[in-house]
T-cell receptor, first 113, second 114 residues
Framework: DVKVTQSSRYLVKRTGEKVFLECVQD?????MFWYRQDPGLGLRLIYF???????EKGDIPEGYSVSREKKERFSLILESASTNQTSMYLC????????????FGPGTRLTVL | AQSVTQLGSHVSVSEGALVLLRCNYS??????LFWYVQYPNQGLQLLLK??????LVKGINGFEAEFKKSETSFHLTKPSAHMSDAAEYFC????????????FGQGTTLQVKP
């Protein structure tokens, strides 16, 4: 069965902290994605990766960076967390084509105080 | 550029009634279209998708959607709502190329009343 896991379901951090959100998939997928979900705005793409060590900016990359050192793991980094980064963060993976289904993790609800 | 518009952020139906969730897209290339569902406190899961071929697509849990190119629509329907269908539904279009990037609509919350 397809599995995407995220390191935390709930996270509370303080303004200015460096925050790491981890995502692991066990399906040998090429593509991995990070989204943030906010009420009324749907899902917005932050970054995606189509290969190990390869990354591309999505629609809202400001204030975020990513790392993909191994195929199965994709990390989202908030270099200096701010209150406007309080949100639900969803990770997804897909085999590699435009027609492919994306498989989502359960999400991390991040609160920045 | 591609975009998706979901008409109605909240839809309420009675149990047993028809479910209709509306989705319109904009795309300069033939689109791939998806419907995802998110149950409370869970990630998204695929309901159905249209890539090529038959324009009426059947998905899980009795849902179906019809791709209408002339209307640039991909509305989601289910003949008879169940209480368990209460969730948030997202329409998405795949961007051009093979990156697999999705553009999502803003979501529609479906409420099912007993």
């Amino acid at each position: 069965d397809v599995k995407v896991t995220q390191s935390s379901r709930y996270l509370v951090k303080r303004t200015g902290e460096k925050v790491f959100l981890e995502c692991v998939q066990d399906m040998d997928h090429e593509n991995m994605f990070w989204y943030r979900q906010d009420p009324g705005l749907g899902l917005r793409l932050i970054y995606f990766s189509y290969d190990v060590k390869m990354k591309e900016k999505g629609d809202i990359p400001e204030g975020y960076s990513v790392s993909r050192e191994k195929k199965e793991r994709f990390s989202l980094i908030l270099e200096s967390a701010s209150t406007n980064q309080t949100s639900m963060y969803l990770c997804a993976s897909s085999p590699g084509l435009g027609t492919d289904t994306q498989y989502f993790g359960p999400g991390t609800r991040l609160t920045v105080l | 550029a591609q975009s998706v518009t979901q008409l109605g952020s909240h839809v309420s139906v009675s149990e047993g009634a028809l479910v209709l969730l509306r989705c319109n897209y904009s795309s300069s290339v033939p689109p791939y279209l998806f419907w995802y569902v998110q149950y409370p406190n869970q990630g998204l899961q695929l309901l159905l998708k249209y890539t090529t071929g038959a324009t009426l697509v059947k998905g899980i849990n009795g849902f179906e959607a019809e791709f209408k190119k002339s209307e640039t629509s991909f509305h989601l329907t289910k003949p008879s709502a169940h209480m368990s269908d209460a969730a948030e539904y997202f329409c998405a279009v795949s961007s051009s190329g093979n990156t697999g990037k999705l553009i999502f609509g803003q979501g529609t919350t479906l409420q099912v009343k007993p």
